[in-house]
């Protein structure tokens, strides 16, 4: 079993930056690809970027990529997305979730662990 919780959301302006945190315990870290989805407001939650564990290889949603950075401090059993020049169409709660696939995959199904989810809001 594993435990994700999510740290580092909040209210920022358009624009603005944060870095959300997936903290993983239950697990050996180093060998779960992880992941963020989001979901907005009346719409379904939608994949955001993920990071394999075996090669460190990342895979972006398009219209997050080159705003978005995920990453992964394996010695502090963290993963991270950095976000950067904020939208408001980037509202939403943000999940983290892991998997023991090694492949990247975007798809919702193949990830057995989620987190609880942490709030974004971003205001123009």
């Known amino acids: 079993q594993v435990q994700l919780v999510e740290s580092g959301g909040g209210l920022v302006q358009a624009g603005g930056s944060l870095r959300l945190s997936c903290t993983a315990s239950?697990?050996?870290?180093?060998?779960?690809?992880m992941a963020w989805f989001r979901q907005a407001p009346g719409k379904e939650r939608e994949f955001v970027a993920t990071?394999?564990?075996?090669?460190?290889?990342?895979y972006y949603k398009d219209s997050v990529k080159g705003r978005f950075t995920i990453s992964r401090d394996n010695a502090k059993n963290t993963a991270y997305l950095q976000m950067n020049s904020l939208k408001r169409d980037d509202t939403a709660v943000y999940y983290c979730?892991?998997?023991?696939?090694?492949?990247?995959?975007?798809?919702?199904?193949?990830?057995?662990?989620w987190g609880q989810g942490t709030q974004v809001t971003v205001s123009s």
């Open positions: 979730a892991a998997t023991t696939v090694v492949a990247l995959t975007s798809k919702e199904d193949e990830f057995d662990y």
């Open positions: 239950g697990r050996i870290f180093s060998s779960l690809t």
């Open positions: 990071i394999s564990w075996a090669y460190g290889g990342t």
